[in-house]
C-alpha cells in the first residue's frame, strides 16, 4: 500500500473550494442556485414580507375596532381582513421564517457543506413563494378567503361560500403543504447523515433538536390538514357529502382532521424558536445551557404529546365529557415540558458567569416574560368549564397572541439581530436594537393585555364591530393604539436592518464570543461553509480550546488545536492511502476531510457521526424552479375546474419531475452495466 | 450497520477509506422515500379514521358501513398486488447478486401486475354504479380507494422510470439506489392496500 503525504495549501484549497461551490452572480444563477445560505435568506426575506402584509390586515382591523359602532370596512372586507391575517401569519410567516433559519444555520451547525438534497432545497422555496402568491391573487377578484383561517364547515362549504374564496384557500395550503413536507424530510434526512465527524446524537446543539422535532411533526401533521382540505374541495367542488348532515356526513369531520393538523402545527411554529433560545441565552450568559439533555427531551416531548391535545379546540362542541376530560388533562400535561424548558432558561440565567444584556439577550427575555403569560393563559383554557366561557372570545385572542408574539416573534427578531451579522458581515446598530425592544415589548403588551379583560366581558372575536356602553370601548381603544406602537416598534426593527447593511460595524467571524460551528469561519460565510470538514468533541466547540475565550467575546483569535476550525493555519496534511489499489472508488484517508473532487461533502451514521460515505452534491439546476412553475399552472387549472388543463399540467409536472432525477455527470456518473 | 466500509489496521474508523456514495449503507435518497411513504401513510391513516368515524357517529353513512359489498374482487386484486410485490422483491435482489436481466423481467411483471389491480378496480366501480355523490360513505369509500389507486399509477410511473434506466443499463448490483427506492414505494402502496381491504371491506363484516 502506497503512503503518499501531501500538503495542501490552505489557500489553493480554499480557492478551488470556492470555485467549484459558488453560485454565479448572473439570472441564471439566481434562479438555479441550490445554495442552503442563499435559500435560507431568501426564506427569510420572504417571509418578513408576508409578516408584513399580515400585519397592514391586522391595522386595518385595529382602526375599525378602536371606536364601537365604527363603519369603516364592511363585514365582507372585516372577514376577509382577518382570515388573511391569521392565515398569513400562520402559514406564510410564522413557518417559514423558522424554516429560514433553519435552512441558513443547519448545515453551519453541524459542520456540513449543504443540505442533504439541495436542489429540493431550492424546490421548497419555490414553492413556498409561489403558493403566496397564489393565494393572494384572490384579492384580484375580491375574493380573499373569509371563513377564519380554521375555516370551519358548513360556512365554507358550498352552500354558503359558493364563490372562489375558499377554493383559493384550500388549493394554496395544498400547495404550500407541498412546501412544508419536502422542507422537514430535507431536515430529517440532513440532520440524521451529514453531522461532522464526533458531532454524536447528543452533542448537536439544541436548535437541532428543535428542527428535527418540528420535520417529524411536520410530516405527520400535514397529511390531516391535506386530508381536510381535499374533502372539503371535493364537498364544495364535487357533489360528495364528507361534511354534509343530510347525506351521512358531519361537519364535526372537518373540525377533528384540521385540529388534528392544527394544534401540532403551533408546536411546529414555535418550538425551533425555543431552540434558538436555547443557543442565544447560553452565549449572553457565557455558559452552557443548564440541563442540556432534558431540553432536549422536554422539544420531543412537547412535539409528541401536541398530538394528544387538538380536541381542546372543540371543547364547546357537544363532545361526551369522557373525551373533554382527557383532552383536558393532555393539554395541561403538554405544558409540563414547556415549563421544564423555561426553568432550563432561567436557570441558566441564574447561574451565568456574566450577564450580558445584548440586544438579542433582551428579546429572549422579553420572550420569557410573554411565554409564560401566553402559557399561563392557556393553561387557564385547558379547564373545560373555564373554556366554555372563554372560547370565542377575545380572552383566547389575547392567549393566542401571547403565544405567537411571545415565542414566535420575538425569538425571531432576537435571532435576526443575533445571526444576521453572520449572514451579512454587519452588526445592527445596538442603540437603535434597544429601542426597538423597548418599543415592541409595550406595544406588544399594551395590544394584547387588554384582550384578557375585554373578553371575559364577553366580546366576541371576529366582530366586524361592537355596540357601544359594553363596557368593551376604552380597552379596544388602548388595544387599537398599542397596535399602532407595535407597528412602530417593527418598522424601528426595519430601519436598523437597513441602517446596518452600510453602517454596521464589521462583525468577524464570532462577534459574540459564542460556542457553536457556524462562528467558526468568516461572516458571511464562505460559499462552501467549511474548507475541512471538523469534528468535534463535545457540546461547545468553540468553547473547547480556549477558557479565555469565555470572557472576551468578539476576541477573534482563538487558537485551535483542531485544524479543521482554523482558519490562521497555513495548511493541512494529507495522507493518501489506498485500501485497495484497483479499486477506484474508495476515497482516501484524511483527504476525506477536504473532500475537494467536485462538491462534496461528509455522510455519516446516524447516532455517532462516525463517517461513512461521501456525498456528491448537485451543481446549481433550473429544475426545482420549472417545477415549482408547472405545479403551480396544475393549481391554477384545479381552481377553475379545468380537467384537461389539469391533465396536461399534471403530465407537465411528471415530465418536470422525471428531468429532474435523471443522472448527472455530477452527483451519479451512469456507467454500462458490464 | 457500514462497518464492512472500513478497513481495519488499528487506527481506527476515522482513519478508513471511504466509500463515494455506492449503495453500502443506506443512502439519503432512500431515507428520503421512507419518510415520504411515513407521510404518505399518515395520509391514508387520516382517511381511514374519517370512514371509521363516519360510521361510527352518523346514522345516515350509507350502505350500512359497506356490510354487503362482495369479496371477490377485492380479494383478486389484493392477490394482484401481493403478487407484484414478490416479482418486484424477487427483481430487486437478482440485481444485488448481479443479474441485470432478472431485475428488468421482475420491474416488468410488477407492472403488469399493477395494471391488472387499476382494471379490475375500474371494473369494480363500474359495476356497482359507483357516485361519490350519492351519500358520505359513497364519497369516502370511493376517496379512499381511488387515491389508493392514484398511489398505485404513482407507482407504475415510478416503475416505467426505473425500467428505462435499467434497459439503458444504468443498474449494476452496487449502484442501484434508484430501483430501491421504487420499490420501497411499491412495496408501502401493496401495504396500504391491505390496511383498506382490511378497513373498508373486512371490518363491516365483523363488528
Redesign the interface.
Known amino acids: 500500500m502506497a503512503t503518499l503525504v501531501e500538503h495542501v495549501e490552505i489557500e489553493s484549497l480554499e480557492k478551488y473550494l470556492e470555485e467549484t461551490w459558488k453560485t454565479p452572480k448572473t439570472l441564471y444563477g439566481a434562479l438555479a442556485t441550490v445554495d442552503h445560505k442563499k435559500i435560507g435568506k431568501r426564506y427569510l426575506v420572504t417571509a418578513f414580507t408576508f409578516l408584513l402584509l399580515g400585519g397592514l390586515a391586522a391595522m386595518a382591523m385595529r382602526i375599525q375596532l378602536a371606536r364601537p359602532e365604527s363603519r369603516l370596512l364592511s363585514p365582507e372586507v372585516y372577514d376577509q381582513l382577518f382570515s388573511m391575517h391569521g392565515i398569513t401569519m400562520i402559514f406564510w410567516y410564522a413557518s417559514p421564517v423558522l424554516s429560514g433559519f433553519s435552512n441558513y444555520l443547519v448545515p453551519l451547525m453541524l459542520g456540513s457543506r449543504d443540505m442533504a438534497f439541495p436542489r429540493l432545497n431550492a424546490f421548497t422555496y419555490w414553492t413556498f413563494l409561489l403558493s403566496g402568491i397564489f393565494i393572494y391573487t384572490s384579492a384580484l377578484g375580491g375574493v380573499m378567503p373569509h371563513g377564519g383561517w380554521f375555516a370551519y364547515v358548513p360556512l365554507t362549504g358550498p352552500q354558503y361560500s359558493p364563490r372562489l374564496n375558499m377554493d383559493f384557500y384550500a388549493l394554496a395550503l395544498l400547495f404550500l403543504t407541498i412546501s412544508t413536507t419536502a422542507g422537514a424530510i430535507n431536515f430529517i434526512v440532513t440532520i440524521f447523515k451529514t453531522r461532522c465527524p464526533g458531532m454524536s446524537i447528543s452533542r448537536m446543539p439544541l436548535f437541532m433538536w428543535s428542527t428535527l422535532t418540528t420535520s417529524f411533526a411536520m410530516v405527520f401533521s400535514l397529511p390531516a390538514l391535506s386530508a381536510a382540505l381535499l374533502f372539503l374541495k371535493f364537498d364544495r367542488r364535487m357533489g360528495t357529502h364528507f361534511y354534509d348532515p343530510v347525506k351521512g356526513g358531519t361537519p364535526m369531520l372537518w373540525q377533528h382532521l384540521f385540529w388534528t393538523f392544527g394544534h401540532p402545527w403551533v408546536y411546529i411554529i414555535i418550538l425551533p424558536a425555543t431552540g434558538m433560545a436555547s443557543m442565544i441565552i447560553p452565549t449572553f450568559c457565557r455558559r452552557p445551557i443548564v440541563g442540556h439533555v432534558y431540553v432536549a427531551l422536554a422539544t420531543v416531548s412537547t412535539g409528541i404529546l401536541g398530538f394528544g391535545v387538538w380536541a381542546h379546540h372543540m371543547f364547546a362542541t357537544g363532545m361526551p365529557a369522557l373525551s373533554t376530560t382527557f383532552f383536558s388533562a393532555a393539554s395541561m400535561g403538554v405544558s409540563i415540558p414547556s415549563g421544564i424548558q423555561v426553568l432550563a432558561w432561567l436557570a441558566t440565567i441564574w447561574a451565568a458567569r456574566r450577564h450580558v444584556l445584548a440586544t438579542p439577550m433582551l428579546f429572549m427575555l422579553g420572550f420569557i416574560c410573554l411565554f409564560v403569560i401566553g402559557g399561563v393563559s392557556g393553561v387557564m383554557t385547558a379547564s373545560v368549564p373555564f373554556d366554555w366561557q372563554a372560547t370565542d372570545t377575545y380572552f383566547v385572542v389575547a392567549h393566542i397572541h401571547y403565544v405567537l408574539l411571545g415565542i414566535n416573534l420575538f425569538p425571531v427578531l432576537a435571532g435576526f439581530y443575533y445571526w444576521l451579522p453572520k449572514m451579512t458581515g454587519r452588526m445592527l446598530g445596538e442603540r437603535l436594537g434597544k429601542w426597538n425592544f423597548w418599543v415592541l415589548f409595550i406595544g406588544v403588551n399594551l395590544t394584547f393585555f387588554p384582550m384578557h379583560f375585554v373578553g371575559l366581558r364577553g366580546m366576541p372575536r371576529r366582530v366586524y364591530t361592537f355596540p357601544g356602553g359594553m363596557g368593551w370601548d376604552w380597552l379596544n381603544l388602548v388595544e387599537s393604539i398599542g397596535a399602532g406602537i407595535t407597528g412602530i416598534g417593527v418598522l424601528l426593527f426595519i430601519i436598523n436592518v437597513l441602517w446596518s447593511r452600510k453602517h454596521g460595524r464589521l462583525a468577524g467571524p464570532n462577534p459574540w464570543g459564542a460556542s457553536t460551528l457556524e462562528w467558526s469561519m468568516s461572516s458571511p460565510p464562505p460559499e462552501y461553509n467549511f474548507a475541512v470538514i471538523p469534528s468535534v468533541r463535545g457540546r461547545d466547540p468553540m468553547w473547547e480550546r480556549h477558557d479565555t475565550l469565555l470572557d472576551n467575546p468578539g476576541d477573534d483569535r482563538h487558537e485551535m488545536t483542531n485544524p479543521a476550525l482554523s482558519v490562521e493555519r497555513d495548511s493541512v496534511h494529507r495522507e493518501y492511502r489506498r485500501a485497495d489499489e484497483a479499486d477506484p472508488s474508495s476515497a482516501d484517508i484524511q483527504a476525506w476531510r477536504v473532500l475537494d473532487d467536485g462538491k462534496e461533502t461528509l455522510e455519516s451514521t446516524m447516532l455517532d457521526a462516525d463517517p461513512q460515505a461521501v456525498l456528491r452534491m448537485p451543481e446549481d439546476s433550473l429544475w426545482p424552479l420549472i417545477l415549482s412553475l408547472a405545479i403551480t399552472a396544475l393549481f391554477i387549472a384545479l381552481l377553475f375546474k379545468a380537467p384537461v388543463w389539469s391533465l396536461l399540467t399534471f403530465a407537465l409536472c411528471l415530465g418536470c419531475i422525471a428531468a429532474w432525477l435523471w443522472p448527472t455527470r455530477a452527483t451519479f456518473p451512469p456507467e454500462r452495466v458490464a | 450497520?457500514?462497518t464492512s466500509?472500513f478497513?481495519h489496521d488499528g487506527r481506527g474508523?476515522?482513519?478508513?477509506?471511504?466509500?463515494?456514495?455506492?449503495s453500502?449503507?443506506r443512502a439519503?435518497g432512500w431515507?428520503?422515500t421512507v419518510?415520504?411513504c411515513?407521510?404518505?401513510a399518515?395520509?391514508f391513516?387520516?382517511?381511514i379514521a374519517?370512514y371509521f368515524?363516519?360510521r361510527g357517529?352518523?346514522e345516515?353513512?350509507?350502505a350500512e358501513g359497506g356490510k354487503y359489498v362482495p369479496l371477490t374482487r377485492p380479494l383478486i386484486m389484493t392477490a394482484l398486488l401481493i403478487a407484484s410485490s414478490v416479482t418486484a422483491w424477487w427483481g430487486e435482489k437478482g440485481l444485488e447478486a448481479g443479474n441485470?436481466m432478472r431485475l428488468r423481467i421482475g420491474l416488468a411483471l410488477t407492472f403488469l401486475l399493477g395494471a391488472a389491480f387499476l382494471v379490475v378496480q375500474g371494473i369494480e366501480y363500474s359495476s356497482r354504479s359507483m357516485d361519490?355523490?350519492?351519500?358520505?360513505?359513497d364519497?369516502?369509500f370511493m376517496?379512499i380507494t381511488g387515491f389508493h389507486g392514484a398511489h398505485v399509477a404513482g407507482g407504475l410511473?415510478m416503475n416505467a422510470?426505473v425500467q428505462i434506466?435499467a434497459w439503458?443499463?444504468?443498474?449494476?448490483s452496487e449502484?442501484h439506489e434508484?430501483v430501491g427506492n421504487a420499490v420501497l414505494y411499491w412495496h408501502f402502496v401493496d401495504g396500504v392496500w391491505l390496511f383498506i381491504l382490511a378497513s373498508l371491506y373486512l371490518s363491516p363484516r365483523l363488528f
Do not use: D, I, K
Not at chain 2, 474508523?13 to 455506492?22: G, K, M, Q, T, Y
Not at chain 2, 361519490?132 to 360513505?137: E, G, L, N, P
Open positions: 450497520m457500514s466500509a478497513v474508523p476515522l482513519h478508513a477509506p471511504l466509500p463515494v456514495r455506492l453500502r449503507a439519503p431515507w428520503g419518510l415520504f411515513a407521510t404518505e399518515m395520509l391513516a387520516c382517511f374519517s368515524y363516519l357517529s352518523v345516515a353513512f350509507g441485470g361519490w355523490t350519492t351519500s358520505a360513505y364519497s369516502v376517496a410511473l422510470y434506466r439503458l443499463g444504468h443498474f449494476n449502484r434508484a
